[in-house]
DNA sequence: AATACGGGGGG
DNA sequence: CCCCCAGTATT
């Protein structure tokens, strides 16, 4: 083991001696050359796409990216377009795809790259990565696959494949662990081809290496891998307990009113920011839904309403929490709205909810409604 | 250093 | 159904 754990708790000696590290790039290099997916991304260096891709990678596997990719660049083939384009139509191209941050940030940052670095994406690590939502691994990853430079991307791919190779016991979701991880990934890193490098590490760890059942019997490196030798991949990498996620009961109601149904917009920063919705929260304690229902809308309306019918329930699970989600339909009573907590409202007919950005949970029961 | 922030896939 | 996965911004 390359890491003695010191006597004090949670310290792990860090003098990394990496052996074989041109045989591995090699050996790593070269099953890339023959094994990559072909993927769009993939048949281009040009940076704004690049970028494009690894914004929508984040945390998101390939297969789900896919559709989303093409439908973006169709939309946005450029910088400047989707600087130029609304918030909103950014964010219904990122429907379903979740941390929609990620899109308000890469807006704002396309923005940054018009107005201040007249159109031209940063050809320099220090530069990009002051702008939103680009952290250590997007400007890794887009300055070494685009412009070359020689920056290790740390992804959790490259993280696991590091910790099986090297049998690095750092826990990989500590964030005190990202700069051992790091350092090690920029020693392996073939700096003569950093971006085909950094691809061919990832790919490995998405195809072969896998968080389960990793396929060693086809891996270019298992005469290299310590984790493998020592027999104990399935050990690696380590990782902290998380925390148990709570789990809320919600309500939510389709408020219907001379044929048409309220949806109201979301704040634009935090939980789903800039979404629309159908009204609704929590319920409380020694409260039925339905009540729930009414008083929320209430509060955030304004609107009094009555509920008809149970439309459904739905279940969806968060990063952080789960709800169970009681939807209504109700009858418009009396009111105008007035808006507290929500941004914005609209009285639409249920055909127009696809031309607005909704969160998965209301997409489940979208289709359920009828005028 | 810990927490907030989606949604998909596998067992 | 539950469990696993995992970059960036914020606190």
Same mark, same amino acid.
Not at 207 to 210: E, P, T, V
């Given at each position: 083991m390359i890491f003695d754990k010191h006597s004090k708790k949670g310290a792990w000696n860090p003098s990394l001696k990496i052996k074989n590290i041109p045989h591995i790039q090699e050996h790593l290099v070269h099953w890339y050359m023959k094994n990559q997916r072909q993927l769009p991304w993939r048949e281009t260096h040009d940076p704004y796409h690049v970028w494009v891709s690894e914004v929508m990678l984040q945390q998101t596997q390939v297969k789900t990216v896919l559709p989303y990719y093409e439908k $973006? +660049?169709?939309?946005?083939p450029d910088i400047t377009s989707l600087a130029q384009a609304d918030l909103q139509a950014v964010l219904k191209l990122w429907e379903g795809l979740g941390y929609y941050a990620r899109a308000r940030n890469f807006h704002r940052a396309a923005n940054v790259v018009v107005k201040e670095y007249n159109s031209k994406i940063p050809d320099d690590p220090g530069e990009f990565q002051k702008l939103p939502g680009v952290g250590d691994y997007i400007a890794s990853a887009v300055q070494s696959i685009a412009f070359g430079h020689p920056c290790a991307? %740390?992804?959790g791919n490259v993280k696991r494949v +590091? %910790?099986?190779l090297f049998q690095i016991d750092a826990p990989v979701n500590k964030s005190a662990s990202h700069k051992l991880f790091k350092s090690t990934a920029d020693k392996l890193l073939a700096s003569d081809m950093p971006g085909t490098f950094n691809q061919a590490i990832m790919e490995l760890g998405a195809? !072969?290496?896998?968080p389960k059942h990793p396929m060693c019997d086809i891996c270019p490196l298992p005469s290299f891998c310590l984790a493998h030798q020592a027999r104990k991949t399935d050990e690696y990498p380590r990782r902290t307990p998380g925390k148990p996620v709570p789990e809320y009961?919600? %309500? %939510?109601?389709?408020v219907y009113k001379e044929g048409q149904v309220l949806i109201t917009r979301r704040k634009p920063e935090g939980l789903l920011g800039g979404l629309w919705e159908f009204p609704g929260g929590k319920v409380r304690k020694n409260e039925d839904a339905k009540q729930a229902c009414i008083r929320e809308i209430k509060e955030e309306t304004n609107l009094v309403v009555e509920v008809e019918s149970h439309l459904t329930c739905v279940r969806h699970a968060y990063t952080h929490f789960k709800i169970v989600m009681d939807v209504f339909r109700c009858a418009y009573v009396s009111g105008r709205v007035k808006l507290n907590g929500p941004e914005d409202f609209r009285w639409i007919a249920t055909e127009e909810t696809e031309q607005y950005p909704f969160p998965?949970?209301?997409l489940k $029961? !979208?289709?359920l409604l009828k005028n």
């Open positions: $973006f +660049l169709r939309h946005f991307a %740390a992804d +590091l %910790a099986r195809m !072969i290496c896998k009961h919600i %309500a %939510a109601g389709v998965k949970a209301n $029961f !979208i289709p």
